[in-house]
T-cell receptor, first 114, second 113 residues
């Protein structure tokens, strides 16, 4: 089966600019997650979707981050405006059902804010 | 979810067994132990999980102590491609809201020729 697709692979922007990341989960996976991974740390969950609804966004900095999964398939994560501390790898993962042991992760988007 | 404690880094000789420890002394009776690994420039990859019995699959073995306060992931014949960060996570199984994987710092395993 095809894996979780993410784009772009790399992005460099200046602070205060906007950026968007795209994720296409595995077909049929109802649950989608966005994680932020700062260099040298483990991934940190930002938001969890079940189909097109938000399950948990308690760790999402809502003043600048937003995410949507309008049709319950693809998802986009946006940062507006970006700060230097947003430099990180943004990982998308999906699972067949909520609570499944097997998350499948994409390779991530590496964001550098200068 | 219970916290886990892992060594920051470990080395292993190629072809030898790699034994990665994890302490989870506050684990609850309904929490599973999961292991994921992350190879450089890739997303984390599921390896194995277990509740209280030892588990084995094509990638690794998981040994959980009888009191469930610690576990060991065993890669029986480590190769250079096993060089990665290994994450031990404890989590309740089930489809409850908020029941997501929470990653700590993990163990950086370096397999050397």
């Amino acid at each position: 089966e095809a894996g979780v697709a993410q784009s772009p692979r790399y992005k460099i922007i200046e602070k205060r600019q906007s950026v968007a990341f795209w994720c296409n989960p595995i077909s049929g996976h109802a649950t989608l997650y966005w994680y932020q991974q700062i260099l040298g740390q483990g991934p940190k969950l930002l938001i969890q979707f079940q189909n097109n609804g938000v399950v948990d966004d308690s760790q999402l900095p809502k003043d600048r981050f937003s995410a949507e999964r309008l049709k319950g398939v693809d998802s986009t994560l946006k940062i507006q405006p970006a700060k230097l501390e947003d430099s990180a790898v943004y990982l998308c993962a999906s699972s067949l059902i909520m609570g499944s042991y097997g998350y499948t992760f994409g390779s991530g988007t590496r964001l550098t804010v200068v | 979810d219970a916290k886990t404690t892992q060594p920051t880094s470990m080395d292993c000789a190629e072809g030898r067994a790699a034994n990665l420890p994890c302490n989870h002394s506050t684990i609850s009776g309904n929490e599973y132990v999961y292991w994921y690994r992350q190879i450089h420039s890739q997303g984390p990859q599921y390896i194995i999980h277990g509740l209280k019995n030892n588990e084995t699959n094509e990638m690794a073995s998981l040994i959980i102590t009888e009191d469930r306060k610690s576990s060991t992931l065993i890669l029986p014949h480590a190769t250079l491609r096993d060089t990665a960060v290994y994450y031990c996570i404890v989590r309740v199984a089930g489809g409850n809201a908020g029941n997501m994987l929470t990653f700590g710092g993990g163990t950086r395993l370096m397999v050397k020729p």
